[in-house]
Every structure is written in structure tokens, then in C-alpha cells.
């Protein structure tokens, strides 16, 4: 089944102890991206891949790393989370970026 | 920077249509973009029109593009409480290779 998988779903930690959320895809797509989604904000980009090893910020980047070692993972680190990194978190792939992304489940993540 | 706006929440009845409306600033955008959340789920793509098309549809659903004004909607006929979720409208910059996410419309189908 064709699908963006993150795991974990939930997420609970404390104040600067580093994390990783994976993302995987088997659809063989070049682009890969992260998004947050906040109440009433929508969903705002915070890191986007257009390719193996090319990585590129989007809007709100800030306390975010990902690396794209292979074209089928593109894992985020909080490498100091803090509590305003609380959100919910989507890893999104697409095969050229314009014919649509398809979206994983989500990770909620509460930094306390 | 591009913004996309929509109105927070619409309430309808079953049966009846629904028109979502969504306004983006960015003329570059070449692709735009319908996608539904349910509770407790990822975005799902909807349909998305190319911005040298006005209409599009799909069953159901139908697309109206103003590129003039920037305007874009979605209306769902015969909405169903299957319908009830969030929708996002979203553009894709061709310059800025980015997509661009409304913030939602929250919509309720009332029996």
C-alpha cells in the first residue's frame, strides 16, 4: 500500500531532551516535506526536500533539523525541544510537488 | 510572503450544498489545491485545478477558479455528516516550489 508512514503517533517529553519523529515513504517521490499544524494557523511549512541530500527551509524552521540520507526517509530532530514546539506534525510527500502531497497520520507532540 | 485565507466554519444542513471559499494573494501560483482532514487524521488531496482553468468537477465536488480576483471555492452538493471536517485550501508556488496551507474550514453538516 502506496503510503507516508511517522511514527510515533504521540509523543510526550520534557524541555531540552533531543527527538527524533521519522518519516518514510514508498512512493518513490522526490519531494518531501514537514508541516505543524497549530490552532487557527493552518498548516505552516517548517523544512522541505526537493531531493536526496537537498534540503531547504520553509516558515517557521526555527529548533528544527531533517536530513534526506535517502530518498525514502526524511526524519525531523528537535535537537532542544521546547514548549512552544507542541503541535501536531506532518510529513508529507509528493512525486513533483505540484500534482499534490500525500500526507502521514500525524505526531502529536507535547513538550512539557 | 503568499497568504491564503478562508473563514473558520461553516455550519449546513444535509442535503443542502456547501460552497467553501478561499483568497490567495500570490499570482505566481500555478496550482491550487482542496484537501479534507477528519478528526484524528492526516490531510487528505481532494482535487486541485490548474490555474489556467476555471472550473473543475468531480462527482460531488466542483471547483470555481477567479484568477482575476484570486478566488477559489469548493462546492459540495447533497452534503452528507460524512462530509463534516476540515478543509484546506492550498497553493502551490512555482518561483517558491512551496505549498502554501489556508488555515481551514471547519465544516459541520447538521442532520
Given at each position: 500500500?502506496?503510503?507516508?508512514?511517522?511514527?510515533?503517533?504521540?509523543?510526550?517529553?520534557?524541555?531540552?531532551?533531543?527527538?527524533?519523529?521519522?518519516?518514510?515513504?514508498?512512493?518513490?517521490?522526490?519531494?518531501?516535506?514537514?508541516?505543524?499544524?497549530?490552532?487557527?494557523?493552518?498548516?505552516?511549512?517548517?523544512y522541505?526536500?526537493?531531493?536526496?541530500?537537498?534540503?531547504?527551509?520553509?516558515?517557521?524552521?526555527?529548533?528544527?533539523?531533517?536530513?534526506?540520507?535517502?530518498?525514502?526517509?526524511?526524519?525531523?530532530?528537535?535537537?532542544?525541544?521546547s514548549?512552544?514546539?507542541t503541535?501536531?506534525?506532518?510529513?508529507?510527500?509528493?512525486?513533483?510537488g505540484?500534482?499534490?502531497?500525500?500526507?502521514?497520520?500525524?505526531?502529536?507532540?507535547?513538550?512539557? | 510572503?503568499?497568504?491564503?485565507?478562508?473563514?473558520?466554519?461553516?455550519?449546513?444542513?444535509?442535503?443542502d450544498?456547501?460552497?467553501?471559499?478561499?483568497?490567495?494573494?500570490?499570482?505566481s501560483?500555478?496550482?491550487?489545491?482542496?484537501?479534507?482532514?477528519?478528526?484524528g487524521?492526516?490531510?487528505?488531496?481532494?482535487?486541485?485545478?490548474?490555474?489556467?482553468?476555471?472550473?473543475?468537477?468531480?462527482?460531488?465536488?466542483?471547483?470555481?477558479?477567479?484568477?482575476?480576483?484570486?478566488?477559489?471555492s469548493?462546492?459540495?452538493?447533497?452534503?452528507?455528516?460524512?462530509?463534516?471536517?476540515?478543509?484546506?485550501?492550498a497553493?502551490?508556488?512555482?518561483?517558491?516550489?512551496?505549498?502554501?496551507?489556508?488555515?481551514?474550514?471547519?465544516?459541520?453538516?447538521?442532520?
Amino acid at each position: 500500500e502506496a503510503q507516508v508512514t511517522q511514527n510515533p503517533r504521540y509523543l510526550i517529553t520534557v524541555t531540552g531532551k533531543k527527538l527524533t519523529v521519522t518519516c518514510s515513504q514508498n512512493m518513490n517521490h522526490e519531494y518531501m516535506s514537514w508541516y505543524r499544524q497549530d490552532p487557527g494557523l493552518g498548516l505552516r511549512q517548517i523544512y522541505y526536500s526537493m531531493n536526496v541530500e537537498v534540503t531547504d527551509k520553509g516558515d517557521v524552521p526555527e529548533g528544527y533539523k531533517v536530513s534526506r540520507k535517502e530518498k525514502r526517509n526524511f526524519p525531523l530532530i528537535l535537537e532542544s525541544p521546547s514548549p512552544n514546539q507542541t503541535s501536531l506534525y506532518f510529513c508529507a510527500s509528493s512525486l513533483d510537488g505540484f500534482r499534490g502531497y500525500a500526507f502521514g497520520s500525524g505526531t502529536r507532540l507535547t513538550v512539557v | 510572503g503568499e497568504d491564503v485565507e478562508q473563514s473558520l466554519f461553516l455550519s449546513v444542513r444535509e442535503g443542502d450544498s456547501s460552497v467553501i471559499n478561499c483568497t490567495y494573494t500570490d499570482s505566481s501560483s500555478t496550482y491550487l489545491y482542496w484537501y479534507k482532514q477528519e478528526p484524528g487524521a492526516g490531510l487528505q488531496l481532494l482535487t486541485y485545478i490548474f490555474s489556467n482553468m476555471d472550473m473543475k468537477q468531480d462527482q460531488r465536488l466542483t471547483v470555481l477558479l477567479n484568477k482575476k480576483d484570486k478566488h477559489l471555492s469548493l462546492r459540495i452538493t447533497d452534503t452528507q455528516t460524512g462530509d463534516s471536517a476540515i478543509y484546506f485550501c492550498a497553493e502551490w508556488s512555482g518561483s517558491a516550489r512551496q505549498l502554501t496551507f489556508g488555515s481551514g474550514t471547519q465544516l459541520t453538516v447538521l442532520p
